[in-house]
């Protein structure tokens, strides 16, 4: 899951800057939350810093939940959220009805997981934050409400060289029925992919006798991982890939690079 989130960092740190930025406390858990004559006091505001106002609300939430959190216990918590924002001012309630307020929190939501979330399991490793088990399941159980993709049950991908017979095994699993098979190398068997664009791009590197090329088009295909697996993952249970960005670099790369020192550019591998 965080792979997927990393992978597609340049696209939604890009969004995070469209909504509405605020004050926000940054570090908003039970912990820094306390309550006098009647009033709820928040301290500790070291960290305090201009982000979506959801950001405060993801923390908050992850902290309290629970791993057993529902789809109606988010939707409560932000309509309460956005009632609380509009009511500062008329400005705050025009910027509130303006927005998508649901995709601030899956924005926030993001961040938490790849900075606090990541901060706080640094931290454990060299203290035990009691706290971080159930912080862990709750912000997952979060992230599953609002992925697409939390249908999907399985993924796998099928790996080897060029040549191993990928495809035809791709084929015959994808006669099975309820499993989608995402094409990094044959992209011309999903026109509506986004490895389509590249699908001729290996080969061409093949015709021109270039291999410096061929890392430039496995870094591309790979690069396209991320968007390719979240568009194929609503179509079915079960996800098949024929690339992986964790397995394909440690069996290509070496290949490469061989046959770059060698100057052979007729000894690249036929692919596509």
Partial sequence: MLTALVEDTAQWTTALHAPPRTLVHNDLNPRNIAVRAERVVVYDWELATVDVPQ?????????????????????????????????????????????????????????????????????????????????????????????????????AAVVGIDGTGKT????????????????????????????????????????????????????????????AERQAAREGRILVSDRHPLIDPPAYLPMFARAVREDAPGADVEAN
Avoid at 171 to 195: F, L
Avoid at 199 to 204: K, M, T
Avoid at 208 to 213: A, D, F, K, M, S
């Fill in 55 to 155: 950001r405060d609300v993801v923390e908050l939430l992850a902290s309290t939940l629970g791993p057993d959190a529902t789809e109606e216990d988010v939707e409560h918590a932000l309509a309460v959220h956005a009632e609380a924002v509009a009511s500062v001012s008329p400005q705050a309630a025009a910027l509130v009805a303006g927005c998508d307020w649901r995709r601030g929190y899956r924005l926030a939501l993001r961040t938490f997981l790849t900075t606090r979330l990541a901060l706080y399991l640094a931290g454990h490793s060299q203290r035990e934050f009691g706290f971080l088990p159930r912080l862990v399941e709750t912000a997952f159980r979060l992230w599953h409400l609002e992925e697409p993709w939390r249908t999907t049950e399985m993924r």
């Fill in 168 to 227: 035809t095994v791709l084929r015959r699993i994808r006669e099975q029925g309820d499993i989608t098979v995402v094409h990094a190398i044959r992209a011309h068997d999903d026109p509506d992919s986004p490895y389509a664009a590249l699908a001729g791009a290996s080969a061409a590197a093949d015709a021109l006798g270039r291999v410096q090329l061929k890392p430039a088009v496995l870094y591309l295909q790979l690069c396209l991982y991320g968007p």
